[in-house]
């Protein structure tokens, strides 16, 4: 099947933001994240009032991290079926595409509402203060799976041979 130039060029870019926001943002988020609760820490808050307030950053970038791996998931199922030139960088792009597509999935459908469900009993049952933390420690694997699945996505096309002839 032929695409139009145009609907290619659309595709690229819709792949390339969707990726940006993946890895960039998602980076970006990690980063402010640890600053803001840093910084509450030294200003003499608790560690867990800090980042129970700091919770929101995550849960809102939860659903902009869903809609990017949506994006990236159309952008790479138009490309697999209008990509007749396909080769391993192509594949090795797809799986880690595939592969951020599916950790921010999870972490934004799976773990996040579930943490967002316990945020407002962890500063008095400990038992969802527990469960918390399991939870968040997974999360930081899945949302850590994902910049990184992203990060190779985006650099796989720079670093095929294709690309450089």
Known sequence: MQI???????????????????????????????????????????????????????INFAKVALG?????????????????????????RYAASFAAIATAMIFSLGLTPMMAELLPAIATNPTAHDEFHKLHTLSRTIFGGTIFCALISLITPALSSESRS
Do not use: H, M
């Open 4 to 58: 139009q130039s145009w609907a290619k060029t659309l595709t690229a870019v819709v792949r390339l933001v969707c990726l940006a926001l993946l890895f960039g943002g998602s980076t970006a988020v990690v980063f402010t994240a640890i600053v803001l609760v840093k910084t509450a820490v030294a200003a003499g808050i608790s560690q867990t009032e800090a980042a129970t307030a700091n919770a929101q950053i995550f």
């Open 68 to 92: 990017a791996a949506i994006g990236l998931l159309a952008a790479e199922a138009v490309d697999f079926a209008t990509n007749p030139n396909k080769t391993k960088s192509t594949y090795v």
